[in-house]
């Protein structure tokens, strides 16, 4: 089962890749691939918030909070309105942006 966000959260994964966070499932996959060295408290609160909001304890949107909070702190947070358009103008298949 898969909690999908109201809306998604972008964040760096490496010096040039963007990743699409849509859902809880991708948020707890992505603090379970955080390096260890770099785990801190924010990491804790937002690891253990996703995993209460899994077990059914708090609501998704807690989940989304804590997520964007760690990203923020990490300053891997994307703004959406710079990513979207990427998005948008992209063709599928090929790669290549339209103008």
Same mark, same amino acid.
């Given at each position: $089962?898969?909690?999908?966000?109201?809306?998604? !959260? #972008?964040?760096?994964?490496?010096s040039r890749i963007v990743r699409? !966070?849509?859902?809880?499932?991708?948020?707890?996959?992505?603090?379970?691939?955080?390096?260890?060295?770099?785990?801190?408290? !924010?990491?804790?609160?937002?690891?253990?918030?996703?995993?209460?909001?899994?077990?059914?304890?708090?609501?998704?949107?807690?989940a989304h909070s804590a997520f964007?909070? #760690?990203?923020?702190?990490?300053?891997?947070?994307?703004?959406?309105?710079?990513? $979207?358009?990427?998005? !948008?103008?992209?063709?599928?298949?090929?790669?290549?942006?339209?103008?």
């Amino acid at each position: $089962m898969s909690f999908y966000f109201e809306s998604p !959260i #972008f964040v760096k994964d490496g010096s040039r890749i963007v990743r699409e !966070i849509a859902s809880l499932d991708d948020a707890i996959e992505f603090l379970d691939n955080w390096p260890e060295a770099h785990r801190d408290l !924010i990491y804790e609160t937002a690891w253990r918030t996703c995993c209460e909001v899994f077990d059914g304890h708090k609501p998704l949107s807690v989940a989304h909070s804590a997520f964007e909070g #760690f990203a923020r702190k990490a300053k891997i947070l994307e703004d959406p309105a710079s990513v $979207m358009p990427w998005i !948008i103008n992209s063709k599928s298949g090929g790669g290549l942006m339209t103008a």
